[in-house]
């Protein structure tokens, strides 16, 4: 999924909902944070979104442009509300004391991100061991090594689905 | 707002449901397999934006039968590649909607 169909979804969501704001969870959630995320981390055609402010409304977006769906047919995504995606999803990044980037509101004209994320960062992969740095820089710089060290440790793990959490602190 | 395991469930679920159906009817509908091989052969010319083609493609090369059971499976490889199945669009909307309707929450 790009940038660009995660859009698309949340506009269709957003009519299907009769709601302008909406919920993005999971790993599309970072898409809509960063746009320049790695496909590697982006590997699922779907997004999990429900309405903000009528989150019963869910199952009408599910059951409109959800998995199987004409929609899902023509544009080769879908949207429906699973709490994240699978158990077995893809690395994570996670940011200041272990909280995920997995959950972000966007509005059917715009996303907006929860948080813009200026200024330094710490890179630490955690682990069973703890929590080991592997570099600081600032935010760009910062993130790009992230997305590397995930798409480098996911690589291996893609199927085996031993899910990878990268903290990100600052 | 619902539980995220019972919603992370009743997704599961729900995908497996709906490709438990869509296994019901590729023994009769022998257009649904071709669509979803041809499907698969275009995510393979772009494989870095279809990470799951190479496992669909060992996939839909299995005897019918056991590509019907492993559509239909709940085991852990199964969840991961439905999340990009090349069987969108081979059930009708109100098929669908009987499977979704019938996989609720619990308690609902």
């Given at each position: 999924m790009k940038r660009a169909d995660l859009e698309h979804l949340i506009r269709a969501a957003s009519t299907i909902a009769d709601d302008d704001e909406l919920v993005i969870?999971?790993?599309?959630?970072?898409?809509?944070?960063?746009?320049?995320?790695?496909?590697?981390?982006?590997?699922?055609?779907?997004?999990?979104?429900?309405?903000?402010?009528?989150?019963?409304?869910?199952?009408?977006?599910?059951?409109?442009?959800?998995?199987?769906?004409?929609?899902?047919?023509?544009?080769?995504?879908?949207?429906?509300?699973?709490?994240?995606?699978?158990?077995?999803?893809?690395?994570?990044?996670?940011?200041?004391?272990?909280?995920?980037?997995?959950?972000?509101?966007?509005?059917?004209?715009?996303?907006?991100?929860?948080?813009?994320?200026?200024?330094?960062?710490?890179?630490?992969?955690?682990?069973?061991?703890?929590?080991?740095?592997?570099?600081?820089?600032?935010?760009?710089?910062?993130?790009?090594?992230?997305?590397?060290?995930?798409?480098?440790?996911?690589?291996?793990?893609?199927?085996?689905?031993?899910?990878?959490?990268?903290?990100?602190?600052? | 707002m619902q539980d995220p395991d019972a919603l992370r469930d009743l997704a599961e679920r729900r995908s497996c449901a709906l490709h438990r159906a869509v296994a019901e009817l590729l023994p009769h509908r022998p257009d649904l397999l071709a669509r979803a091989r041809q499907r698969v052969d275009t995510w393979l010319e772009d494989a870095g934006s279809h990470p799951y083609a190479t496992a669909w493609k060992e996939l839909l090369s299995l005897e019918l039968l056991d590509l019907c059971e492993a559509l239909g499976s709940s085991g852990e490889p199964m969840v991961t590649l439905r999340q990009a199945s090349p069987f969108a669009g081979a059930l009708d909307s109100r098929t669908r909607w009987r499977i979704l309707k019938t996989s609720e929450l619990s308690g609902r």
């Open positions: 969870v999971g790993s599309q959630a970072v898409l809509a944070q960063f746009p320049d995320a790695p496909e590697e981390m982006l590997r699922s055609d779907e997004a999990d979104i429900y309405p903000k402010n009528k989150p019963e409304r869910w199952d009408l977006i599910d059951g409109a442009i959800g998995e199987l769906s004409a929609f899902h047919e023509t544009f080769g995504y879908y949207g429906a509300r699973s709490s994240g995606g699978s158990r077995y999803a893809a690395p994570r990044l996670a940011g200041a004391t272990g909280r995920p980037f997995d959950s972000v509101y966007a509005r059917r004209d715009r996303v907006v991100p929860r948080d813009p994320r200026p200024g330094h960062f710490q890179v630490r992969r955690q682990s069973r061991q703890g929590s080991t740095l592997l570099q600081s820089g600032r935010a760009g710089r910062a993130r790009r090594l992230a997305f590397s060290r995930l798409v480098e440790l996911g690589a291996d793990t893609q199927l085996e689905l031993e899910p990878v959490v990268t903290e990100v602190l600052r | -």
